[in-house]
């Protein structure tokens, strides 16, 4: 006898307005973005591509914007009883540390940042639109001049949640919403003066955290952004005290990590 379908595969191609089937159909939604969020804790390449994929595939037909796919996804969640759960957008940043996985990486970081403020992408509730600002920002430094579909819909979103949250992110909005139109007179570096200043404002307890995400971008990620990356911890170090004992634990890195450029350009012809 030939082999059925499985329950679940044949699940997900109903398309009827069936309340049971309906419902059937999330639930196996929710379990695969569980799924795929397991695989972001994965080391390898391969299993982190294939988790980004299903990500962005589940979160088509699972909005998590909606109140009955977020009832779903945490009611898996609490299931699970996954410890320390650091939230999916920080297993995203991840990828933005290894070459294959940054660009698919950043294409999701950008999806997500309408809904940052959820407890399953973020659980502290406090920290991600700061850090996906800063995980966006050299891919669309290196996109400046002529921005991509990726870059301008992250630059609209960034600038929208911003007015959301009211006065102390309104400049930050305003220069995000220029780059979307193309409409900022100056020059990319004076961009990044603005963005890194407006952000630091509101943000300024984070700025060791950016700082060292940075680094590590820097150091492992994708060569074609490692301009845009030192442009970014420049300006960023005109407000990151790195005399403070938290920051001298990164310092050392900082300096290894900026010398090991300032020796390849010295080689240079």
Known sequence: NSLSRS?????LKLLGTDTTIQDDKMTILAQLF??????????????????LRLLSRVLHRLPLDRPDSR???????????WNNYPGVHSLLLKGCTHAVTYEPSIALLSQ???????PVCDPTQSSAFAMNVIALLPYMLLHYDNANEVCIQSAETIAQVASEMGAKLENLGTVMTLYSRKQFSKESFQWTKCVIKYLHDTYAH?????????IEVLEKGWTQVQLQVLSVIHCLLHYVELSTPQAQIISSDLLRVVAKYLDVRKKCP
Not at 74 to 81: A, F, H, M, T, V
Not at 206 to 214: C, E, H, K, V
């Open 7 to 11: 329950r679940s595969a044949q699940s």
């Open 34 to 51: 569980w799924l795929a969020v397991s695989l972001l804790e994965s080391d390898y390449e391969h299993e982190f591509l294939l988790a």
């Open 71 to 81: 009832d779903k996804v945490e009611r898996l969640q609490n299931q699970l009883k």
């Open 112 to 118: 997500l940042a309408p809904i940052l403020s959820l």
């Open 206 to 214: 984070l700025g060791i955290n950016m700082l060292a995400f940075l």
